[in-house]
């Protein structure tokens, strides 16, 4: 299920429920090992042995029946190897950006072709909050694919209704395999930093100068979307905590702030659309700002104490479902003394060659 995120100004903004907002995420724990010179502290996930425990009644914004057919179509199509509609349900492919309808692609997941079922069955039912999670034993034969190793495993299957969405199913993962899906308030605020800079730059690349992601003012359209971007990641208060709750924020404050957060020194805001040259100031507001939710789950975080830095490292995924990875995006992120973070650097450490989900 894509979520679109909407905004309607650039100073204030609501937080939208997402898919995974109100799931149980996997427990962490943080483990801290100290040597002589350096400290590390890592977060990362345990493997999961229970589910959450189900509610009382059958959430009123799920049909429960229309759910586990679904659940079963799709355990069907996995067995019978209809690669295509696998694909549809889990939504793999891009989403049109204007009315959110996916666009299938199905190369990346040719290997479903090579998965023998020999059976399945649903061994338990869990309402969820607006979802089905079920649990899911798989019997597969042969298998030329190391997501689906051969022989007897235990899956979770998450589905939503299909009146909400064409592509139900929000999760299909080995219970083994547990993961850490980054949402909108659940992770630490250098996490959300960090992701919130790949979405709302598009950047999903390695990058060591981020000047070189500032367009050209000439290129009026690019420039003035790359400005409307930075503006609203350094106005996202839980984000980069410097709400700028003001009508007219000034333009050299914005600019120390792009230096800060990014060493980002070549934009002149000047040139930008939304620039009042009166008061030497930016219009916060107006057109506002919407971007696709990415779908991604968190590998691991570390921060050295010596070098005040952390070492972010975030999956990115072709479904929405959480089925392939696409990218694979280590970030480097500076604490400075005033409590600020800035971005040294991004590097890619794995990638697929597929698209991301919903781009």
Same mark, same amino acid.
């Given at each position: 299920?894509?979520?679109? +995120?909407?905004?309607?100004?650039?100073?204030?903004?609501? =937080?939208p429920?997402?898919?995974?907002?109100?799931?149980?995420?996997?427990?962490?724990?943080?483990?801290?090992?100290?040597?002589?010179?350096?400290?590390?502290?890592t977060t990362?996930?345990?493997?999961e042995?229970?589910?959450?425990? #189900?509610?009382?009644n059958?959430?009123e914004?799920?049909?429960?029946?229309?759910?586990?057919?679904?659940?079963?179509?799709?355990?069907?199509?996995?067995?019978?190897?209809?690669v295509?509609?696998?694909?549809? +349900?889990?939504?793999?492919?891009?989403?049109?950006?204007?009315s959110?309808?996916?666009?299938?692609?199905?190369?990346?997941?040719?290997?479903?072709?090579?998965i023998?079922?020999?059976?399945?069955?649903?061994?338990?039912?869990? #309402?969820?909050?607006? $979802?089905?999670?079920?649990?899911?034993?798989l019997?597969?034969s042969k298998?030329?694919?190391?997501?689906? #190793?051969a022989?007897?495993?235990?899956?979770?299957?998450?589905?939503?209704?299909?009146?909400?969405?064409?592509?139900?199913?929000?999760?299909?993962?080995?219970?083994?395999? *547990?993961?850490?899906?980054v949402?909108?308030?659940k992770?630490?605020?250098?996490?959300?930093?960090?992701?919130?800079?790949?979405?709302?730059f598009?950047?999903?690349?390695s990058?060591?100068?981020?000047n070189?992601?500032?367009?050209? #003012?000439?290129?009026?359209?690019?420039?003035?979307?790359?400005?409307?971007?930075?503006?609203?990641?350094?106005?996202?208060?839980? $984000?980069?905590c410097?709400?700028?709750?003001?009508?007219?924020?000034?333009?050299?404050?914005?600019?120390t702030d792009? =230096?800060?957060?990014f060493?980002?020194?070549?934009v002149? +805001?000047?040139?930008?659309?939304?620039?009042?040259?009166?008061?030497? *100031?930016?219009t916060?507001?107006?057109?506002g700002?919407a971007?696709?939710?990415?779908?991604?789950?968190? *590998?691991?975080?570390?921060?050295?104490s !010596?070098?005040?830095q952390y070492?972010?490292?975030?999956?990115y995924?072709s479904?929405?479902?959480?089925?392939?990875?696409? !990218?694979?995006?280590?970030y480097?992120?500076r604490?400075?003394?005033?409590?600020s973070l800035?971005l +040294?650097?991004?590097?890619?450490l794995?990638?697929?060659g597929?698209?991301?989900?919903?781009?």
């Amino acid at each position: 299920m894509a979520i679109i +995120l909407c905004f309607g100004t650039l100073s204030a903004c609501t =937080k939208p429920t997402t898919q995974n907002s109100t799931s149980t995420a996997p427990a962490t724990t943080a483990v801290t090992t100290t040597t002589a010179t350096t400290e590390l502290t890592t977060t990362e996930t345990d493997t999961e042995t229970t589910i959450e425990t #189900p509610t009382t009644n059958t959430p009123e914004l799920i049909n429960e029946q229309q759910a586990r057919k679904t659940a079963t179509e799709f355990l069907n199509y996995l067995k019978i190897k209809d690669v295509d509609k696998i694909c549809a +349900l889990i939504g793999a492919g891009t989403r049109n950006s204007f009315s959110g309808e996916l666009v299938v692609n199905a190369a990346p997941y040719s290997f479903f072709s090579k998965i023998d079922v020999k059976s399945y069955e649903i061994i338990e039912t869990i #309402p969820c909050d607006g $979802y089905m999670r079920y649990k899911v034993n798989l019997d597969i034969s042969k298998s030329g694919s190391d997501l689906f #190793p051969a022989g007897k495993s235990t899956w979770i299957l998450e589905v939503i209704d299909p009146i909400f969405d064409k592509a139900p199913i929000q999760m299909f993962r080995n219970i083994s395999n *547990s993961i850490s899906i980054v949402t909108w308030e659940k992770q630490s605020d250098v996490v959300n930093f960090c992701y919130w800079f790949s979405e709302i730059f598009d950047c999903y690349k390695s990058v060591n100068d981020f000047n070189e992601l500032v367009p050209s #003012p000439q290129k009026t359209d690019s420039f003035n979307s790359f400005c409307y971007g930075l503006i609203f990641f350094l106005s996202i208060d839980n $984000y980069y905590c410097k709400l700028y709750n003001v009508e007219l924020v000034s333009r050299k404050k914005i600019e120390t702030d792009a =230096k800060t957060a990014f060493g980002i020194t070549t934009v002149d +805001l000047k040139k930008f659309g939304g620039y009042d040259k009166k008061n030497d *100031s930016i219009t916060i507001g107006g057109d506002g700002y919407a971007a696709f939710w990415t779908i991604s789950s968190l *590998s691991s975080e570390l921060f050295n104490s !010596k070098t005040q830095q952390y070492i972010v490292t975030i999956d990115y995924y072709s479904d929405e479902a959480y089925v392939l990875k696409a !990218k694979t995006i280590q970030y480097i992120v500076r604490k400075n003394a005033d409590t600020s973070l800035t971005l +040294l650097s991004t590097k890619v450490l794995f990638d697929t060659g597929a698209g991301l989900a919903g781009r």
